[in-house]
């Protein structure tokens, strides 16, 4: 895309701008849009927006009217404060594919977008480019493979949910919950959990908001939780028993993550470090002489409760495994 010869800055009539609509940023928050405004209020625009002019079918521009490259938020501002003209550079018309690549590397050099709207123009150009690959969409649009996975993500749930991530500051949802979530629905929908294929991905996934919502979940970071006890449950062979505890857990309203319990399934992550620990621990107990632990009496105070604790557990763990043998 090539500048025209006559780059310079120039003033523009704001009523003969429009917002370009490519442009990923779609929200514009009232607390950061007043801050702007009142420095365009005290000093003016400092930094001139980049218009292309506004093309009436293929090859016939519209006398003075311009389409907004970089620089809305300015322009929004302008608006609000009444002024007549803003200070522009007028470029030639890009075309859509890299209309929407300039608006991913102005984002990379200014203020994040919303992820949302930022994946929903990131799915505009993986149709126009027909590339999925993340390390390609990385090089050309400059979004980390990270930023472009959890787009891809959120391009995966049905558009009203979506939508709820778009909506006014009041009533937005985060991106996290629906990242998060995906942490149990990928699976869900990927091994087809009978409790959520009888009820339907949308019908799941709003019963689970709705408890978010109302604080039986208190946090996005339960459904970790939740998808370790669905991956404990793989590597005990207790996947059945996990999907009646699922199950019951859709269907009460309100029943919590805490409700969904499966013996020698829960806390994968705190068993792997119980692991390592106890690895770690065994391997210093070696290395130290008995005189030494014997002549420390805090250490062997320490060591006396971590033996009767050790002995409970593994009398209990017994207990649940003779128990379970017989299921």
Not at 191 to 219: M, T, V
């Amino acid at each position: 895309m090539a500048a025209t010869q006559t780059a310079k800055v120039t003033k523009i009539l704001i009523s003969h701008i429009q917002p370009n609509p490519h442009n990923p940023r779609r929200l514009f928050d009232e607390s950061p849009m007043t801050i702007l405004k009142e420095s365009i209020g005290k000093l003016g625009v400092l930094v001139p927006i980049a218009v292309y002019p506004r093309i009436k079918g293929k090859a016939n521009p519209i006398k003075d009217q311009f389409i907004i490259l970089d620089g809305e938020r300015r322009w929004r501002c302008c608006s609000s404060l009444h002024m007549k003209k803003m200070p522009g550079i007028i470029i030639e018309q890009p075309t859509e594919t890299e209309n929407i690549l300039v608006m991913f590397h102005i984002h990379n050099l200014r203020e994040g977008w919303q992820l949302m709207p930022t994946a929903l123009k990131l799915e505009v150009l993986m149709k126009k480019l027909g590339i999925k690959s993340e390390k390609k969409l990385n090089v050309i649009t400059k979004l980390s493979v990270g930023q472009i996975r959890r787009c891809k993500v959120l391009l995966s749930y049905p558009r009203k949910f979506q939508n709820l991530m778009l909506a006014p500051p009041t009533k937005r949802l985060k991106s996290d919950f629906f990242i998060e979530l995906y942490r149990i629905r990928k699976p869900a929908l990927e091994e087809k959990f009978p409790p959520w294929i009888k009820r339907g991905d949308s019908a799941c996934i709003k019963i689970i908001l709705d408890k978010y919502l109302r604080k039986i979940i208190p946090a996005v970071t339960d459904f970790r939780k939740l998808a370790e006890i669905y991956r404990g449950s793989l590597r005990v062979k207790k996947i059945t028993q996990f999907y009646r505890a699922f199950d019951r857990f859709l269907e009460n309203e309100d029943a919590s993550i805490d409700s969904i319990v499966v013996p020698g399934a829960h806390f994968e992550k705190e068993t792997r470090e119980a692991i390592r620990s106890t690895s770690r621990l065994e391997s210093q107990l070696q290395s130290l002489d008995q005189d030494v632990i014997a002549s420390n009496q805090q250490l062997v105070l320490s060591l006396e409760r971590l033996m009767h604790l050790i002995r409970k557990k593994l009398e209990d763990a017994m207990v649940i495994k003779r128990f379970g043998d017989k299921e």
